[in-house]
Nanobody, 131 residues
């Protein structure tokens, strides 16, 4: 079981940057592929970025490639937090959405890029980009 809590959302002007964080609990976190998705009002939840269990593979939606970077920091000591980050640069108004962190117990090079590919989800954090 993995519990996910996102933070770091907020209001930013176009061209600005934000870093989203996802704190993940669970002793087997290092076996999980992680993803970021987003959902704008009236739209379906869509893939943004994903990272494999080892951190060796990353995937991005075409709309964010070159602007967003996903990374992970697995806890090394008991009591440390497992973290997944989404660094978002050159933000655009169309990036406005609720951003969700997702996890799937999957030790493969390839990772899911669809909503159905993940079993665990956070509650989401709002990102608003003003023009």
């Amino acid at each position: 079981q993995v519990q996910l809590v996102e933070s770091g959302g907020g209001l930013v002007q176009a061209g600005g940057s934000l870093r989203l964080s996802c704190a993940a609990s669970g002793r087997t976190f290092s076996s999980y592929a992680m993803g970021w998705f987003r959902q704008a009002p009236g739209k379906e939840r869509e893939f943004v970025a994903a990272i494999s269990w080892s951190g060796g593979s990353t995937y991005y939606a075409d709309s964010v490639r070159g602007r967003f970077t996903i990374s992970r920091d697995d806890a090394k000591n008991t009591g440390d937090l497992n973290m997944v980050y989404l660094q978002m640069n050159s933000l655009k108004p169309e990036d406005t959405a609720v951003y969700y962190c997702a996890a799937e117990n999957l030790k493969t090079i390839a990772v899911p890029t669809t909503v159905d590919g993940y079993d665990y989800w956070g509650q989401g954090t709002q990102v608003t980009v003003s023009s």
